[in-house]
């Protein structure tokens, strides 16, 4: 026998307004974390340092540092290597950052809010 009138899943109006502030709480430390990465800067190297990078929060290159010794015109391809390394790797460090202090105020739910905040 189906139940008439009262709230879906049982849901009182006092659980759905504390569900709400908690979502604004945990959106606005989202803007708030989001505005703090984007201001960090990340620095890397690669190749025994001989190319160094630094990339902010936003995933620009600050800086690009190259060694002159590793600079030898006949092997320009090894140079081109060591630099896309150290990019990468600076990427790879934000984005662990990111995805770390994120999940501080997700409680882990990371991927599974979308675009919700």
């Known amino acids: 026998m189906a139940k008439r009138g009262g709230y ?3 849901m009182m109006p006092g659980n759905m307004n504390n569900l709400m502030k908690q979502a604004q709480k945990m959106q606005k430390q989202m803007e708030e974390t989001q505005a703090e990465l984007e201001a960090k800067e990340y620095e890397t190297s690669a ?3 001989v190319v160094k990078v630094k990339i902010n929060g936003q995933k620009e290159i600050t800086e690009l540092i190259i060694d002159p010794e590793a600079v030898d015109p006949d092997d320009v391809e090894m140079l081109q290597d060591v630099i ?4 990468n790797e600076a990427i790879r460090i934000q984005a662990d950052d990111e995805k770390e202090q994120l999940s501080k ?3 882990g739910m990371g ?3 979308g675009g919700l905040f």
Not at 84 to 87: D, E, H
């Open 8 to 10: 879906p899943g049982g």
């Open 47 to 49: 190749g025994g340092g």
């Open 84 to 87: 896309m390394a150290a990019v």
């Open 105 to 107: 105020i997700t409680g």
């Open 111 to 113: 991927g599974g809010l």
